[in-house]
């Protein structure tokens, strides 16, 4: 198991608390679905705990079925449950991970927060975009904590903007980016690098170790976090 799936294990009970971006980003991109249309069949890619289901369901979406999509089991017990939604454990960098879903194909594809975990953007988008021709993606860029790796020294574990954008732009013939930066302020430096641990956008990081964590707390000149996210809708 990777360091990413292990991370969003461990906290998946505290995830709820630990996750105001995240919760944020998934509310934004139901925001941008088309109104009030009803969906035969919904795909949630690295679903989590189940914020989008819940944006859709507040938002009075109406769908057939909803597979919800995660590799951390802990993750898919919180997930609500319905009959509508199928549950499947797996993996989106396995190339053959579209095989265990429920179905060959789906109306809405949507991933909150989860393909900056992609080990491979052709892979991954070349599949995408024939399990689905409407799709609906929030992806976390490099520009997230970017005055935090600057100060460390290290570079992003994430994708550059202009790299998603072009991959995707490969693969679906009509596509439109939108680039949202968030702040997040907190009280102590001790409480923003707990947050960092905790929120699971940082996993799969290189650790860093006590001394240089402890040096970068003191020199850390911000009182928030910085977060980069693009927001895409691509058709085929
Ligand atoms: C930051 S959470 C976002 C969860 C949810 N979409 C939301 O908006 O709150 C990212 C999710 O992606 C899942 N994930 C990460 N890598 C994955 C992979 N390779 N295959 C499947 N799910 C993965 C994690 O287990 C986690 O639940």
């Known amino acids: 198991m990777s360091n990413v799936i292990k991370e969003f294990s461990r906290f998946a009970h505290q995830y709820n608390q630990h996750n105001e971006i995240q919760a944020q980003v998934a509310k934004t991109l139901v925001s941008k679905l088309p109104n009030k249309e009803h969906f035969k069949s919904i795909l949630d890619l690295g679903c989590g705990s189940g914020a989008v289901v819940k944006n859709l369901q507040e938002e009075a979406y109406v769908y057939d079925t909803f597979t919800?999509?995660?590799?951390?089991?802990?993750?898919l017990e919180?997930?609500?449950?319905s009959e509508k939604i199928t549950k499947v454990c797996g993996d989106f960098n396995h190339r053959n991970f579209l095989e265990t879903l429920p179905f060959e194909e789906y109306?809405?594809?949507?991933?909150?927060?989860?393909?900056?975990?992609?080990t491979d953007l052709d892979q991954i988008f070349s599949l995408l975009s024939k399990v689905s021709t409407t799709a609906y993606f929030a992806i976390f860029t490099s520009g997230t904590f970017r005055t935090l790796h600057s100060l460390a020294g290290v570079s992003s574990p994430i994708y550059k903007t202009e790299i998603l954008?072009?991959?995707?732009?490969?693969?679906?013939?009509?596509v439109e980016f939108e680039l949202h930066s968030y702040t997040l302020s907190f009280d102590s430096v001790r409480e923003m690098f707990r947050y960092i641990k905790k929120s699971g956008v940082s996993a799969g990081e290189k650790k860093l170790g006590f001394k240089e964590t402890k040096r970068l707390m003191e020199s850390y000149p911000l009182d928030y976090l910085e977060f980069e996210?693009?927001?895409?809708e691509a058709k085929m």
């Open 165 to 174: 954008k072009n991959t995707i732009e490969k693969y679906y013939k009509d």
């Open 229 to 232: 996210v693009l927001f895409v």
């Open 78 to 81: 919180i997930h609500p449950s």
């Open 68 to 75: 919800a999509f995660d590799s951390s089991k802990a993750m």
């Open 107 to 118: 109306n809405l594809l949507l991933s909150a927060s989860a393909l900056q975990w992609s």
